[in-house]
């Protein structure tokens, strides 16, 4: 057998991994991408020191010197003209107010008494710097921040608007396009005449796209025509990064699509691997752009997706543990495996041990429904035990 193996496909796909272009963003526009650089504090945080809690800002060493502590001044958030506190004097002050000069130390309000405007404490525990933040407590200015290639969830969005960033340096999404082929082919939505099918490719790959947040740049169904195959490639290379297909790709008398990316000048990186399903894929480049030409049965389109062209596309976003979905499991029944083939069976993973589902043939889809793994089987026939280790992705 001449396929290349599993293991290559992927060392070649994870060769061709490009950096992908670096735009400004906006910060709530940055949402779900990758940092493209480092990201530094542009200031201490907090900046001042201020209150943990409402409550009473007044002097340690006052207090344990029993001096009489009166209420002289109230301090709100975002004060900005502060007093200077005397000896004996007393601010009533707001959770995030800043500390005045002359207090160090921050009882809460539930733990006082007022008697004709002097502050009586009733906290036995109370102790220097109390309830109060300290200035450059949880961040220093030049602190390393976030590290280049960070996925941005809302989370890190929060904690960026808190030092004032508007913008951030992020790798773009590429445009990605997909063209579906098949005479065969029907739009949801219309009467099906004798031999066709509903195309349902196209809505998949849409939806795994958009589970990395990338908005397929357009969408074409192609009947099985070499001409017309040819000329929708060369129109598509004009507009997109990644250019993805289903169908056409096997060996078939109208099987176009793999002659029709040469003539159209695409570079053959490799061509079927030693796996099942999915077996007949392509992967291509022309310039600086790529092709994936994926099989067109639909579990064998999703089962490809996800072991060679989502890794591909996250690594441009950005992405450098792009693997981060492989786990292992021990086999929960024995599984005769009966060629040398690399099987990808969807299964379910719970606790620790995986079960393959019943139906793993490539036109099947109803296993998607319940699986949240593929598990990955290599090596000669053979039957590989209960409780084996084994290895899986999950999805």
């Known amino acids: 057998m001449n396929f290349i193996t599993v293991s290559q496909a992927k060392d070649i796909v994870k060769s061709e991994i490009y950096q992908g272009s670096i735009v400004k963003k906006n910060l ?15 200031l201490d945080v907090p900046s001042f020191d201020n ?23 109230t301090i709100q958030a975002g004060a900005t003209d502060l007093p200077i506190l005397k000896k004996g004097e007393v601010a009533r002050i707001y959770t995030g107010a800043p500390i005045p000069k002359g207090a160090d130390t921050v009882v809460m309000q539930e733990k006082i008494k007022e ?21 450059a407590s949880q961040t220093k200015k030049g ?8 996925f941005i969830n809302s989370g890190i969005v929060g904690f960026l608007a808190g030092f004032g960033f508007t913008q951030l340096p992020v790798y773009a999404f590429p445009k990605v396009g997909l063209i579906v ?12 005449q004798q031999g066709q099918i509903y195309e349902s490719n196209s809505q998949a790959l849409k939806a795994l796209l958009q589970d990395i947040n990338i908005q397929p740049h357009k969408i074409v169904k192609v009947l099985d025509d070499k001409d017309s195959t040819i000329e929708t490639i060369q129109d598509f290379w004009e507009e997109v990064d990644i250019l993805i297909m ?3 790709i096997s060996v078939g008398d109208y099987d176009f699509v793999k002659e029709a990316l040469e003539i159209s000048g695409v570079e053959k990186l490799f061509y079927k691997i030693q796996q099942k399903p999915g077996k007949p894929i392509f992967f291509g480049k022309k310039k600086n752009k790529y092709v994936f030409a994926l099989p067109g049965n639909p579990a064998s389109v999703l089962i490809n997706f996800y072991q060679y062209v989502r890794p591909f596309l ?6 450098l543990n792009f693997n981060k979905s492989k786990r292992t499991a021990r086999l929960a029944t024995a599984y005769k495996k009966e060629n040398t083939l690399t099987l990808f069976l969807k299964a379910i993973y719970k606790q620790g041990k995986v079960c393959l589902l019943p139906t793993q043939e490539s036109y099947k889809m109803d296993a998607f429904t319940k699986a949240n793994c593929l598990v990955e089987l290599h090596g000669d026939p053979r039957l590989i035990e209960e409780n084996e280790e084994v290895t899986l992705w999950k999805i």
Do not use: C, W
């Open 115 to 135: 008697n004709l405007g002097e502050l009586q404490i009733q906290d036995s525990k109370i102790f220097q710097g109390m309830n109060v933040r300290l200035k």
């Open 181 to 192: 082929t098949g005479n065969e082919l029907v739009e949801a939505g219309k009467p099906l």
């Open 28 to 42: 709530e526009e940055a949402l779900y991408h990758y940092t493209a650089e480092d990201i530094y504090a542009p």
């Open 246 to 248: 289903t169908g056409g």
């Open 314 to 319: 996250e690594g441009i976003q950005g992405n």
């Open 143 to 150: 602190d390393l921040l976030v590290p280049k290639n960070t």
């Open 51 to 73: 209150s943990a809690m409402d409550g009473y800002a007044f002097n340690y060493e006052q207090y344990k010197e029993k001096i009489p502590l009166k209420i002289s001044y």
